[in-house]
Antibody
């Protein structure tokens, strides 16, 4: 079955960077775009970025431009999302998501805590 | 910037019909999806392409669209439908946007 397995929780200091990975299985990795979505504690869902795993082409939400980088490794069917210059407001659960015609699959979420 | 506006909360009694709206210019040209999120869980897709429902989703959930507004309708709400609901759409330049979310109380 389709699965997205994310890397484990991270605790970072303000100003640092964090890299979260998302390993896909159960479908053709290069055939479907993959998104990143985050949710801060008690807040709503926020769309961050999208990557075409086949080409590596990415698009980022304006609010993350310059701070987020997504890379795709077709040899391991893994997408990495790196967020730099972390601040306390980046404390959130980060999800990778793949969308098919009539369903989505979400990773289990990676909790990132930014604290001094 | 691209925005989708939802009411912050909706309240109905069990068995009543709940309607949650989502408005934004992007909806006139792009399909919407609706997600349900219960506390501590990942979101669950309820509706895609404005009106389509995955086979695993109960029939009481339906979607409709008119112009720049889409609506999620829960016909005969159950107590277990109490959750947060989010609309989502994509923009012309391949970006995504979520509504702010609606807390449904049943």
């Amino acid at each position: 079955q389709v699965q997205l397995v994310q890397s484990g929780a991270e605790v970072k200091k303000p100003g640092a960077s964090v890299k979260v990975s998302c390993k896909a299985s159960g479908y053709i990795f290069t055939s479907y775009y993959l998104h990143w979505v985050r949710q801060a504690p008690g807040q709503g869902l926020q769309w961050m970025a999208i990557v075409n795993p086949a080409s590596g082409v990415t698009d980022y939400a304006q609010s993350f431009q310059g701070r987020v980088t997504m890379t795709s490794d077709t040899s391991t069917s893994t997408v990495h999302m790196e967020l730099s210059s972390l601040r306390s407001e980046d404390t959130a659960v980060y999800y990778c998501v793949v969308g098919f015609d009539n369903y989505d699959v979400w990773g289990q979420g990676t909790r990132v805590t930014v604290s001094s | 910037s691209y925005e989708l506006a939802q009411p912050s909360s909706v309240s109905v009694s069990p068995g009543q019909t709940a309607r949650i709206t989502c408005s934004g210019d992007v909806l006139s040209k792009n399909y919407a999806r609706w997600f349900q999120q219960k506390s501590g869980q990942a979101p669950l897709l309820l509706i895609y392409k404005d009106t389509e429902r995955p086979s695993s989703i109960p029939e009481r959930f339906s979607g409709s669209s008119s112009g720049t507004t889409v609506t999620l309708t829960i016909s005969g709400a159950h107590i277990e439908d109490e959750a947060d609901y989010y609309c989502y759409s994509a923009t012309d330049n391949n970006l995504g946007v979520f509504g702010g979310g609606t807390k449904l109380t049943v």
